[in-house]
């Protein structure tokens, strides 16, 4: 069974660089896309951008001018740099897998079926 | 940018009775494409429904969607007290290629 670990700095000042890492255990790496969302506190949920085994990455457009999503395939984990961060990137980060779980021979249909604990990073001076 | 929005915002009800929720997009969503998840508080949301109408692995049968185009439905048939929880449409588009609704509230009468 896949799970995701994450962790990284929760408390930040504004202007700093956002630093998250995800490991992925007991499953393989390649062949999935790998995405951080994120939640504000008592708000809704928020895609910030995938990466794949071989680093091909997609931002939300929203944050792409701030965004870094790396790969490290020797490590199996997945890392997230936010840069100028201000008290608006307050939140709650998530890591999760996105799989295919159509049957073979069909239509696409993927989803986030794995995710990671969740790290509430603050952003205060 | 396909925008999802979900209603009612909040839904008020007692265990046993019927849930319907709704996601709807400003443009059409491949069937294919659509995914319901279930948040509770201080938990990682959990996937519920994916491909609009398939339930994901150890989801009870009480929980069903349906739905094409621009209109998707997640209905519990029987609601049992766990049930109460943040529900979330999302859908994978173009960019950005994933969005969510903005979440409805299920919650005890």
């Known amino acids: 069974q896949v799970q995701l670990q994450q962790w990284g700095a929760g408390l930040l000042k504004p202007s700093e660089t956002l630093s998250l890492t995800c490991a992925v255990y007991?499953?393989?790496?390649?062949?999935?896309?790998w995405s951080w969302i994120r939640q504000p506190p008592g708000k809704g949920l928020e895609w910030i951008g995938e990466?794949?085994?071989?680093?091909?990455?997609n931002y939300n457009p929203s944050l792409k001018s701030r965004v870094t999503i790396s790969v490290d395939t020797s490590k199996n984990q997945f890392s997230l740099k936010l840069s100028s961060v201000t008290a608006a990137d307050t939140a709650v980060y998530y890591c999760?897998?996105?799989?295919?779980?159509?049957?073979?021979?069909?239509?696409?249909?993927?989803?986030?079926?794995?995710w990671g604990q969740g790290t509430m990073v603050t952003v205060s001076s | 940018e396909i925008v999802l929005t979900q209603s009612p915002g909040t839904l008020s009800l007692s265990p046993g009775e019927r849930a319907t929720l709704s996601c709807r997009a400003s443009?059409?969503?491949?069937?294919?494409?659509l995914a319901w998840y279930q948040q509770k508080p201080g938990q990682a949301p959990r996937l519920l429904i994916y491909?609009?109408?398939s339930r994901a692995t150890g989801i009870p049968d009480r929980f069903s969607g349906s739905g094409s185009g621009t209109d998707f439905t997640l209905t519990i048939s029987r609601l049992e007290p766990e049930d109460f929880a943040v529900y979330y449409c999302?859908?994978?588009?173009?960019?950005?290629?994933?969005?969510f609704g903005q979440g409805t509230k299920l919650e005890i009468k």
């Open positions: 999760a897998m996105e799989r295919d779980l159509a049957a073979a021979g069909t239509q696409d249909q993927p989803a986030f079926d794995i």
């Open positions: 007991g499953g393989s790496f390649s062949g999935y896309y």
């Open positions: 990466i794949n085994h071989s680093g091909s990455t």
């Open positions: 443009q059409s969503v491949s069937s294919s494409y």
């Open positions: 491909g609009a109408s």
């Open positions: 999302q859908q994978y588009g173009s960019s950005p290629r994933v969005t």
